[in-house]
């Protein structure tokens, strides 16, 4: 598989534009995000602008007197480029370019940048590699008149500009290929589950919108070695680690790339294999960042990025975390939950709580079996110990008394 590619650049500076209209109050704070993620890939912000109209610009985004405006500031601070807060057309993309004469990127190609960058695994590579070739597939033209003005930076990491030089057919070919190696890896991936459920080990999934310390949580349950860092999507690729309960029961821990406002459809199709974990899983383990004011908006688009996933029906706890800071949210409410828990990933405080939660929630699929098995069925009760709660065990003359709750699914091979 090719390299991807990591141009060393001086310090992008950029202008960031977005667009209000009556069904998006959140102008500001996508803002606030987008210069986050533009940190984050190592630019930064120069200045804002937000136009308010009734819908974006088929054309240009924003509107000839604004364009004018955000020109005359790109001057003033000396930007470097433009990023808009919203996934531009072709079309978009050209005119902008040819009105603004300069750089012009979208919050897709940031986003993407970012997973470029992050990808360490076989698997994030090939998917980065899908997503940033579906993307840019539609926007050859366009891309390749405006390579001059491109340089390095943001938007040319990944494949990088030399993929940018071949034609459609090239690309479609590539994609054809990738997407093969993505069919090989998540066979495995499905014969890993199959044997999970085979072994009838639980699987916790963890998700939660970026940066919310899934990773934190994650390294303190399992001393997984996890990059935690206070930056979005600091962590990629999926970690799964087993957990011993306090019972003695096993379950498995699966971290998910974090959401976010606006994630690419390119990336939801490209990374469906990784983030289907969830849709495999037991329970989903929803971690919120509860220090963060637009904590109910992040916890709709974690709701919102499932819902499009087909993770349905599933048990949800929602572990509200970072409480041990004083601008934790004290009374923040998940209705969709079905168990809440406050908890501090980085100290520990209360973490035993929601282990205690997991373990109520794993019971209640469970039946209570209490049963003397004779000394020549004594392997029987490894099952029990492995996959149930042992409350009793007594050896008696005839054999050894149990009572335990374990899983409905080997109850009767239990008899």
Do not use: W
Not at 200 to 212: K, M
């Amino acid at each position: 598989m090719a390299e991807l590619y990591n141009i060393k650049e001086q310090e992008e500076r950029f202008v960031l534009v977005g667009v209000a209209s009556f069904e998006r109050d959140d102008t500001v704070e996508s803002l606030e995000e987008l210069e986050e993620l533009i940190e984050t890939d190592g630019a930064i912000a120069v200045g804002k602008i937000i136009q308010n109209r009734e819908n974006i610009h088929p054309g240009t985004y924003i509107g000839k007197g604004k364009i004018d405006e955000v020109k005359a500031l790109a001057i003033e601070m000396n930007a470097t480029g433009v990023v808009c807060d919203d996934e531009l057309s072709p079309v978009q993309l050209k005119n902008l370019e040819e009105a603004l004469q300069m750089k012009v990127l979208d919050r897709t190609v940031v986003i993407l940048d970012i997973f470029a960058n992050r990808a360490s695994t076989k698997e994030g590579k090939i998917q980065v590699e899908l997503a940033q070739l579906r993307y840019r597939a539609t926007r050859l033209i366009g891309m390749r008149n405006s390579l001059s003005r491109l340089g390095g930076g943001i938007g040319t990491r990944g494949p990088g500009e030399k993929k940018l030089e071949v034609d459609r057919r090239l690309i479609k070919e590539r994609i054809t290929q990738l997407r093969h190696e993505l069919e090989d890896i998540k066979s495995n991936r499905e014969t890993a589950r199959s044997l999970r459920s085979k072994n009838q080990i639980p699987v916790v999934a963890i998700v939660g919108y970026t940066n919310a310390g899934k990773s934190t949580l994650l390294n303190y349950l399992t001393n997984a070695g996890v990059l935690e860092e206070d930056k979005l999507f600091a962590t990629l690729d999926p970690t799964t680690r087993n957990l011993t309960l306090a019972s003695g029961q096993q379950i498995l821990m699966t971290d998910t790339v974090g959401f976010i406002r606006k994630l690419p459809h390119h990336l939801i199709e490209s990374f469906r294999s990784t983030l289907e974990e969830a849709k495999y899983a037991d329970i989903i383990l929803h971690v919120v960042d509860s220090c963060n004011p637009d904590a109910d908006r992040h916890m709709h688009i974690v709701y919102d990025t499932l819902h499009q996933l087909g993770v349905e029906d599933k048990v949800i706890i929602t572990a509200f975390n970072k409480q041990d800071s004083p601008e934790a949210e004290k009374v923040i409410k998940d209705f969709k939950a079905d168990h809440t828990v406050k908890i501090s990933a980085k100290t520990g405080m209360d973490v035993d709580k929601l282990l205690e939660l997991i373990e109520k929630v794993l019971n209640e699929r469970k039946v209570l079996l209490e049963k003397v098995f004779s000394y020549q069925d004594a392997g029987k009760i490894q099952a029990v110990r492995k996959y149930g709660q042992l409350l009793e065990e007594e050896f008696q003359q005839e054999g050894i008394y149990v009572k335990a709750y374990v899983p409905k699914d080997i109850y009767q091979s239990l008899l």
